[in-house]
């Protein structure tokens, strides 16, 4: 069998990949597999040292997410991917040629096997024709068609279970994309109610939204008492309706989505719980406010339940 990746040319692939968005190690063994539509699967042994090399020479970096490593390609790594375009190009070609003769050489091991049978039982048709009976040639061309359909029935299954992999597979990518944009916008609408009752109870909750709006509690009560003041309160509820608006889809926009939606769901959790926490930190917490927030994650809980089609 030919090398699939000349020299230096998995390296290069390995950044490819990366660049098209952060993985760990298996999932990177999962792609090339995919590419090469299951007729190739490097080993462990083979993806991580590489891994390893390419981070040490600072082209790649890795963060520990649920105790795996996530590899990202660094600016370094982009570089280089950039300088040798041209060779990511024939990488490509010679990819789909490497499909091509592994696939070529699978069909002629089969075809030859296929072959031997067919020459060793005319051979043994041959060598029993002059001292058996009839019947027992009639038995050997039952056992060839026999042989000939469970073939063509076995190449059948073979296309029919490639053709619903791939069609599963593009079903589960549609799924998972969409499953992703409704997590984002039931996130942005719970944040946005959130915001609206922070707006109006106040407390360490109220002190945080302000602080995602891009204020701070005392300037959000310096513009209600201002409101106060004119007798107009409804335009400082329509100041905070706007920053609330603002906040809902601006908030975590820097979380790119991975591909991965259950992943994508663990980080906007994480980036939430990080920001109460630290607000009650740099601002103190009273008990009152703990129990009126319990009240408002409670609410968030239930919706967000409702949302992943869990029974209330």
């Known amino acids: 069998m030919p090398p699939v990746f000349a020299h230096g040319r998995l390296r290069l692939y390995l950044l490819k990949l990366l660049d098209e968005a952060p993985r760990h190690g298996y999932e990177v063994i999962r792609l090339l597999e995919e590419r090469f539509q299951g007729l190739y ?16 020479e600072g082209l790649v970096t890795h963060a520990t997410e649920g105790g795996r490593k996530v590899y990202s390609i660094t600016d370094a790594g982009r570089a280089e991917l950039a300088d040798r375009g041209g ?26 096997a296929a072959g031997d049978l067919r020459r060793e039982m005319r051979a043994a048709a041959s060598a029993s024709a002059t001292r ?17 359909q469970e073939w ?10 490639s053709r619903r992999a791939r069609e599963e597979a593009q079903q589960a990518r549609r799924q998972a994309k969409e ?7 039931e996130v942005q609408r719970i944040a946005g109610q959130l915001q609206e009752q922070f707006a109006k109870s106040g407390g360490v909750l109220g002190s945080l939204a302000g602080a995602w709006l891009g204020g701070t509690p005392a300037a959000g009560s310096a513009d ?37 939606p259950a992943r994508d769901l663990d980080r906007l959790l994480d980036r939430f719980r990080d920001e109460v926490r630290d607000a009650a930190r740099d601002r103190g917490v009273t008990s009152a406010q703990v129990a009126e927030a319990r009240r408002h994650l409670e ?14």
């Open 41 to 56: 699967a490097p080993s462990a042994g083979t993806v991580y040292p590489r891994l390893a090399k390419l981070e040490a």
């Open 152 to 161: 063509k029935e076995q190449a059948r299954r073979a296309k029919d279970e």
């Open 224 to 260: 209600a008492a201002a409101a106060g003041a004119d007798g107009d309160a409804g335009r400082a509820s329509e100041r905070a309706s706007e920053r609330a608006s603002e906040w809902a889809s601006e908030w975590a926009a820097d979380l790119a989505a991975t591909g991965d």
């Open 179 to 185: 499953a992703q944009e409704r997590a984002r916008e």
């Open 299 to 312: 609410a968030a809980c239930g919706r967000l339940a409702t949302t992943f089609g869990a029974r209330p």
């Open 132 to 148: 058996v009976e009839d019947e027992s040639w009639k038995a050997a061309k039952e056992d060839l068609r026999k042989a000939r």
């Open 87 to 112: 060779e990511l190009a024939d990488l490509e070609l010679e990819i789909r040629d490497s499909v091509t003769e592994l696939a070529a050489e699978i069909r002629d091991d089969v075809r030859g």
